[in-house]
């Protein structure tokens, strides 16, 4: 635990410190970015070291881990941090998930939206759900481009979901600076939905960038980023 906060600790500085540079490059306040951490296949202990060094974000792509790490980790930890739900959402997990998570980051189709504000309601929650968008490239997940508008405007009008930004998650070029131009129009898209969301001041989050591309992320408009390997190292299984 000592070896894994201390190496913790020096990873999240690293990578504050570049997305800090990266928003100033671009003429940003380094404080309108936050690090997320991304803990498939990491240990409570790891999480745990990441929370404690100030990440304030984690993000979970299974619910059933999801569920382990919240078992294990500490009251303390628990309150320092909001824990996202960034994996595929599947309807039969979707109680769960919204029970567990503080958001939902991958809402993905009108259905599984209809779904969760279905069940918000039968367990008298407000979740804050986010919108995956699929960028046109090759990539398992997430709406198109056109139907996420729609998707927003959806979700604007169901009861117990509030829509607190897109989530994109581009395929890793070699070079991150071809997936600028993905990035640019994440950007244009978060700024067109923003402009008819009824409660603009929740709608806050553009989550895009990884440990290969955070910092081009950041200078396109990213105010969340997803980095599991550049905190932890590399993943032992997926
Ligand atoms: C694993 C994962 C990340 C982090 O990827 P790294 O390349 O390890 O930084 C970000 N977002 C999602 C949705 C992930 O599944």
Do not use: W
């Amino acid at each position: 635990m000592v070896g894994e906060a201390l190496v913790a600790e020096h990873n999240v500085r690293e990578v504050l410190g570049r997305i800090g540079e990266a928003a100033l490059r671009s003429g940003r306040n380094p404080s309108d970015v936050s690090l997320m951490a991304a803990v498939k296949t990491r240990s409570a202990e790891e999480i745990e070291a990441v929370v404690g060094a100030g990440v304030a974000f984690i993000g979970e792509n299974r619910v059933q881990e999801g569920e382990e790490h919240l078992a294990a980790l500490s009251a303390a930890a628990r309150s320092k941090c909001k824990i996202h739900f960034i994996g595929r959402l599947q309807s039969n997990k979707a109680r769960k998930a919204l029970l567990a998570f503080d958001s939902l980051d991958s809402v993905d189709s009108p259905d599984i939206a209809r779904r969760l504000s279905r069940i918000a309601g039968e367990e008298n929650a407000k979740k804050n759900v986010m919108i995956e968008v699929n960028c046109g490239e090759a990539q398992k997940g997430g709406i198109g481009t056109d139907e996420a508008k729609a998707l927003g405007e959806l979700i604007f009008t169901l009861p117990g979901l509030v829509l607190a930004g897109l989530m994109a998650v581009p395929p890793i070029e070699a070079d991150p600076n071809e997936t600028r131009p993905v990035f640019r129009r994440m950007k244009r898209l978060f700024e067109e939905i923003r402009s008819c969301h009824p409660a603009k001041e929740s709608f806050v989050f553009l989550s895009m960038g990884m440990s290969n591309d955070y910092e081009v992320a950041v200078e396109e408009g990213a105010t969340l980023v997803r980095v599991g390997t550049a905190l932890f190292g590399q993943r032992r299984t997926i």
